[in-house]
């Protein structure tokens, strides 16, 4: 079936540096990518809508010059948390839409835990 | 944008017993999806529910959508310890397929 592959799975950096996260369909190719961030034992809160070629969609609230976001090709976003800090600290989860042939079906990535120290 | 509201938000039930988690939304959804979260993993896509009415079975799961596409519910006959984790409810909108999440049941099977 569809995997989508995010990496790394776990990350822990110094505050104020800033941590890439990528985000990858292996056998489909993806015109939208969807961030989320989960806090433990909560639900998935949207951060931003990745469109390949484009600028992303952030949702209200969410920095975007904080969580920069990059669709450069159908198979590949990546998420840049910059300057980061302790309160960044989160599970941060990609999925990605399939196309019609696969009934739109979004994916999700295993994860990533970051941790800010 | 759509919200969903998902209840309850825990449960905790005896292995054998069923177990139900209900989603209600102000406004009609175009279609809802389930998904479940094992404890420290990600969501896994269940099934997705695009017709008024619509019932659909996965061995002892079975999703309804409601005659108003309003609510949603997700049952399960007599569960099972593997049947643990974090069920989410998910509503889809607009052209680009964003999803908006319930806050999630939690169920946890005492054997």
């Known amino acids: 079936g569809a995997v989508v592959s995010q990496h790394p799975s776990r990350v822990i950096c110094k505050s104020g540096t800033s941590v890439k996260i990528e985000c990858r369909s292996l056998?489909?190719?993806?015109?939208?990518m969807f961030w989320y961030r989960q806090f433990p034992k909560k639900s998935l809160m949207l951060m931003a809508t990745s469109n390949e070629g484009s600028k992303a969609t952030y949702e209200q609230g969410v920095e975007k010059d904080k969580f920069l976001i990059n669709h450069a090709s159908l198979t590949l976003s990546t998420l840049t948390v910059t300057s980061a800090h302790p309160e960044d600290s989160s599970f941060y989860i990609c999925s990605a839409r399939a196309g019609q042939g696969r009934g739109n079906t979004i994916y999700f990535g295993e994860g990533s835990w970051l941790t800010v120290v | 944008g759509q919200q969903v509201m998902q209840i309850p938000q825990y449960q905790h039930v005896q292995e054998g017993e069923d177990f139900t988690t209900y989603c209600n939304s102000s406004?009609?959804?175009?279609?809802i999806q389930w998904y479940k979260q094992r404890p420290g993993g990600h969501p896994v896509f269940l099934i997705q529910?695009?017709?008024?009415?619509e019932v659909k079975k996965q061995k002892r799961l079975t999703f309804q959508f409601g005659e108003a596409k309003k609510n949603s519910s997700l049952h399960i006959t007599a569960t099972q310890t593997t049947d643990v984790g974090t069920y989410f409810c998910a509503a889809s909108g607009g052209s680009n397929y964003k999803l908006t999440f319930g806050k999630g049941t939690l169920l946890t099977v005492n054997p």
């Open positions: 056998d489909f190719q993806a015109t939208t």
């Open positions: 406004t009609t959804l175009s279609n």
């Open positions: 529910l695009v017709k008024s009415g």
